[in-house]
């Protein structure tokens, strides 16, 4: 789930030291480097393994925070890395006890600052019933809320009227990007790269799960097209002003849970 890094707004007066910054800015977070992920040796851990490869020295993130991550992640025991954010949706942003990731990335990342880099060794148990897996995760910002965990379910800001279905389709999961056009809008087109405003909701396919919900005049999101990865930029492409879509994101460009579902409504182009 891409989203722009500043302009946050919203939530509670912060009690953080006067020095600590939310928002890593778009100049530091181009100066991370790329993480490189070491096969471990020995079987998978049966607990959850977190290991802070640098200290941040931003807000730190508490529960019920949304947070916004880079992260490289791959199977316990493989050569390589298989996901990562710098690849597909860009950052990544979710609510800390939202229910909306795996609990490995629910208990590993809180507690840590923004502008840290944290490595988790995640077991199957609080990873995916596939197996143990390692991410190493940059933390790039934090807003902190006034309000318990958002509700999820399928039907969390999907059924509501005025909003958009992005209910999960009685088939299997797409191979490749799907761009659905739910309707048509009336203003400019966009063209990449752009920065655009937006309203969207995120389903987990295969759970119906809802793990972001950005509907409504208070929630938009501003995304720079530019910096996102293609899902983004290939899926908002020639979408007009008023226009709603809805993009089946196969699990090849997620965030290695598996494939992700959005419906989307553009509001404004910059």
Known sequence: M?????????????????????????????????????????APPKRLIVEDLKKGWGFTAKRADEITIDYAGTDYGAAAERWSSRDGLGPFRFQLGGRGVISGWEQGLEGMRVGGRRKLIVPSRLATRKGARIYVIDLLAVRHQDSSPIAVGASDGIQDPGKPSAAVPNRPPPKVLVVEELRRGSGPRVETPSEVTVKYLGVDYETGLAFFNAWGPDRASRLSLGN???????????????????????????????????????????
């Open 228 to 270: 996102l990865g293609r899902v983004w930029a290939v899926g908002l492409k020639g979408m007009r002003i008023g226009g709603r879509r809805r993009l089946i994101v196969p699990a090849k460009l997620g965030y290695g849970s598996g494939p992700l579902i959005y419906a989307v409504e553009l509001l404004a182009i910059d």
């Open 2 to 42: 891409g989203v722009a890094l500043a302009g946050c707004g919203g939530g509670k007066i912060s009690t953080e030291p006067a020095k600590s910054k939310s928002t890593m800015s778009a100049a530091e977070s181009a100066q991370l480097s790329r993480p490189r992920i070491q096969p471990p040796s020995g």
